[in-house]
């Protein structure tokens, strides 16, 4: 099943030529002050206790607010609307990244109630019983209530394995929004990553580019710049 792209959408796609960098499981103010000097497009907070890159165990929402940048992602994980709308109001976040299961309606109320100027990263986890029907199905209908999408590796944890998917697949779908690629991306990936036809407005990187979770290893990322 294929759908109408929105002329708005089409636009948007058609402006992102450049691949940009989300770097993501932060927990350490000093290290976000040196991506920020690499200029580093996306900041990722993870707010979702299971995590080990749990950011509040380390920085509290008014450190976070305090961060002079436009791309700071809160990563949320079923979590429940009022809780989020609180976190991303003290931590002045630019993004709410929704890494769950949660369901279009949920979204749409999300939207309702957030701030307009605060856009909404919706995660689609991808394993070997991904669903496109029921993909094409979900975005179509949160289409004009997200700003982006995200692909990661489907886990029970809900990310941070370190393991890709099948790049293959994000060739044989319509994708109608920019979107992240995410799901084990390290220095090694970077040569397959250009050669993907659809290319990804952005990378998210994570536990390939630390030396324990939540603290991350800048010469590899320094490097993975170069190679960008």
Known sequence: MLFQISSKISLKMGTESNLQLKVCGLTVLEQVKELIALKADFLGFIFYEKSPRFVLNHLNPDDISKIDHRGKVGVFVNEKINRIIEIAEKANLDFIQLHGNESDDFISELR????????????????????????????????????????????????????????????????????????????????????????????????????????????????LYEKL
Do not use: C
């Open 112 to 223: 309702k109630k957030l701030n307009p100027k605060v856009g909404i990263i919706k995660v689609f986890r991808i394993g070997e019983d991904f669903n496109v029907e029921k993909f094409y199905t979900s975005v179509h209908a949160i289409q004009n209530d997200i700003s982006y999408i995200l692909f990661d590796t489907d886990s029970l944890s809900f990310g941070g394995t370190g393991k890709q998917f099948d790049w293959s697949l994000l060739e044989k779908i319509e994708i109608p929004l920019p979107y992240f690629l995410s799901g084990g991306i390290s220095e090694d990936a970077i040569e397959n990553v250009k050669m993907i036809k659809k290319q990804p407005f952005a990378l998210d990187i994570n536990s390939k580019f630390e030396m324990k979770a939540g603290v991350k290893d800048l010469e590899k990322i320094k490097r």
